[in-house]
């Protein structure tokens, strides 16, 4: 038996995520939750935008078997007890193996991403816990507030694209969240497969596919380096083949105060001037995290993710990614 702890805070990059085997370790596990049931909230109850969104618990053995519901989430804005569900999520961070790799692997002998989780998440918890919010709100509205100076040719980038004057010819594909949303689809595909349109169920990471790591300070140049080994163009440099399915991608990235780094997309729909995105295994939409349509996602509330890279890209069909 066992359970599956995810903590929830990126977009582009995976989630972290460990198992939990330990038989004490469990009987711990259900002995507080029985204490506290209100310290466990639904599955997608609290917050599910852009930054910190609360520790998921799945059983990964069945409901049954473990005592425990088959899935909740924790300090993420959905339990009714707030200040019990930011405890049992501390004391479940805490059981994060030191030597964890990114995707659930094992780096032997590193425990520095193991420790950059764990010091971002204790921060996440308690900051919830001491203000009060719902999840990731109350630190994603603040960062925006915090925003940087736009690039050089930002505000000419959008203003063509808007004139519906831009340098190369863009699809246009009106903005239809059912197909990612769908159950079977939602989870498996972050940001980046719904900006370039391509479901792969792998959550899929810029270069992966030509072999190109992006190195951990994910830097927007450093992104952009697996953007064109997938076979994206920065728009107009040169413009995308003839065909269909050439979407206009804007890449953001960003930090948690722990320097715990992601980046994320957005897409752009030229048949009303608005811009959608999808975070990590959440649902697709076109609003920002002020609940704002986006027309500009250089102005929008982007929550951690304050820094605008300052070209456009387009994708299309050709592109490869994985």
């Known amino acids: 038996m066992s359970v599956r ?3 929830e805070m990126s977009s582009g990059r995976p989630d972290p995520w460990w198992e939990i085997t330990d038989p004490d370790e469990l009987q711990r596990l259900r002995e507080r939750l029985a204490r506290r049931p209100g310290a466990r909230g639904p599955v997608g109850s609290g917050h599910t935008g852009l930054g910190f969104r609360g520790v998921r ?11 425990m519901p088959a899935g909740f989430e924790l300090a ?3 339990a009714q007890d707030p200040e019990a569900s930011a405890e049992l999520a501390l004391a479940l961070v805490e059981t994060i193996p030191r030597d964890l790799a990114e995707g659930g692997g094992i780096a032997v002998g590193d425990t520095s991403y193991a420790d950059l989780v764990l010091a971002t998440a204790r921060e996440e918890i308690e900051r919830g816990l001491h203000e009060g919010s719902q ?7 603040s960062t925006a507030r915090q925003e940087r100076e736009l690039p050089e040719g ?10 519906r004057v831009p340098a190369c010819d863009i699809s246009s594909e009106p903005f239809s969240p059912g197909y990612w949303n769908h159950p079977n689809i939602q989870p498996h595909n972050n940001c980046y497969n719904y ?4 479901r792969t169920d792998t959550q899929a990471q810029p270069g992966r596919a030509h072999g190109y790591a992006i190195p951990p300070t994910r830097l927007g140049y450093q992104v952009a380096v697996g953007l064109y080994k997938d076979g994206l163009h920065q728009l107009g440099y040169p413009c995308q083949p003839w065909g269909y399915r050439r979407f206009v991608l804007a890449l953001c990235t960003g930090a948690y105060a722990s320097g715990f780094r992601d980046f994320h997309f957005y897409r752009y729909h030229p048949e009303t001037g608005y811009w959608s995105h999808k975070m990590a295994g959440n649902s697709a939409r076109y609003t920002d995290e002020s609940g704002y349509v986006i027309r500009d996602p250089g102005v929008c509330d982007r929550g951690i993710y304050s820094e605008v890279y300052p070209y456009l890209f387009q994708s299309h069909d050709s592109v490869r990614i994985c």
């Open 5 to 7: 702890i995810t903590i």
């Open 57 to 67: 618990v799945d059983s990964t053995e069945g409901e049954s078997q473990v005592g």
């Open 76 to 78: 993420g804005g959905g």
């Open 135 to 141: 999840g990731g709100g109350a630190y994603a509205a």
């Open 154 to 163: 930002w505000a000419e980038q959008i203003q063509a694209l808007v004139a």
């Open 195 to 198: 900006a370039v349109a391509q």
